[in-house]
DNA sequence: TGGACCTCTTCAGCAAACCTTCAGGCAATA
DNA sequence: TATTGCCTGAAGGTTTGCTGAAGAGGTCCA
């Protein structure tokens, strides 16, 4: 899993960091709000770990931000005993969770498990390029309403498409997010998937939505150039 | 309107307390069981907030002995993420509604007018996909009218299938849903018990409303989709 | 109490689906 | 034209889910 911390105390978040990466899962930190908030609309993350209390623009403020911009990661928060009153501003922009610190570790991860597992605040997340349509919650893709059946992988790799459309993705970025658990892939493994995903979502089309740009990676457009 | 809280985190009720009476409501507070449920007794209030896990007797307890002496109070209750398995025997035991903490305070006081609005439990029961329906008070199933006799494990199943109609279910939200007293559940039994089900609810037709989605888990559809 | 019956759970075997790699070919760039 | 990068068809190996069977535990009734 991917995780993004969000913590301006060094100490905190080189622990959490630390423990999570024992667990095997990658993390980033970040330590304000306006990095954390860039990073956080990247689409690289599968969850955030935002503390309230921040340099910059508050936690409060990145939630804002975030949400006001489409995104649905999902939010763990950490707040201090002594400012409770934010929790209620917090669920109310969409925070999934929050812990008060001083925390458990167990608890910590607890959370985020159960934070994860739920996967984004709103779940029925649609989404669209062109006349191609992904639903996460139902896990089926059609095109121009023709129903698509892909495999997991062809899946996850479609979403990541979509998620960051208009942006060029490196072969490298892509194979840590879909791979994270096995980097030993080859680039090959993943041009065979693109031949795969492209065969399916281009039907009999001349022109392919995912665009090879070579020597760095592949992009997928936003909007549907002929 | 009279509100009945009955919630033992102090932080919460009083947050609560202080949201609602800004909102015009008059709103009592009690901290156990016992005491809530002698307070409901009274025939005091419009509503009920009760949160599940309570010290002495808990929430599900206090609904029970409610409603066996016949208090037709609407309930809204309050459970924590992490005992989803609750929620099923709560509103088996005429719950009205339920929110899964920490939740936002738009959502909470949107839910209370709803349950309030809607009078004395009055439980939606019947349940219907494609030409399936299952009915929760009587814990009777049919197809094409049709009687099924399922067993309660089949019943939780297919129940749980039809009120997430249309999203994907993961073989771990499955278990941890069916299974909650006990997850060291295999992922095989699970495959076992859908094989059960697909047999006694698609009769003879060649396309189950299970859908399997490998690599995941399984997904009922809401229209019957040839 | 004992036995018939029902339900739950696990196991092992199997077939299909899927992932990954390879080797050769084609296309873009210098 | 040579080189590099990407595409392609096919093949092997692994994973995944389905299935029939059988034991364990519980319940009901004689």
Redesign the interface.
């Known amino acids: 899993m991917h995780v993004l911390i969000v913590e301006d105390k060094r100490s905190l978040s080189k622990m959490l960091k630390t423990s999570l990466e024992e667990k095997g899962h990658t993390v980033v930190l970040s330590f304000d709000g306006l990095d954390g908030l860039a990073q956080a609309e990247t689409g690289h993350f599968d969850i955030m770990v935002l503390d309230i209390m921040l340099p910059g623009i508050d936690g409060l403020e990145v939630i804002r931000r975030l949400r006001k911009g489409k995104h649905q990661l999902p939010v763990l928060a950490l707040t201090a005993r002594d400012t ?1 009153g934010d ?2 501003a917090a ?5 999934d ?2 812990l008060t610190k001083p925390f458990a570790m167990a608890e910590f991860t ?1 959370r985020l498990r ?1 934070v994860a ?2 996967g984004p605040f709103v ?1 029925d997340v649609r989404l669209e390029v062109a006349d191609l349509v992904l639903d996460s ?3 089926q893709v059609s095109r121009s309403g023709v129903p698509l059946a892909l ?2 992988t062809q899946f996850a790799l479609l979403e990541y498409f979509i998620r960051r459309a208009g942006h060029v993705l490196t072969r490298e970025s892509i194979i840590e997010r879909i791979w994270s658990d096995n980097l030993d892939i080859e680039a090959n493994t993943l041009e065979v998937f693109i031949r795969s995903l492209r065969t399916k979502i281009d039907i009999d089309r001349k022109v392919s939505l995912i665009k090879t740009v070579r020597g760095v990676g592949y992009r997928m457009d936003a909007e549907d150039s002929v």
Do not use: E, N, P
């Open positions: 409770v929790i209620v669920l109310d922009l969409g925070v969770d929050y607890a159960a597992r739920k779940q919650a139902s896990g495999t997991r």
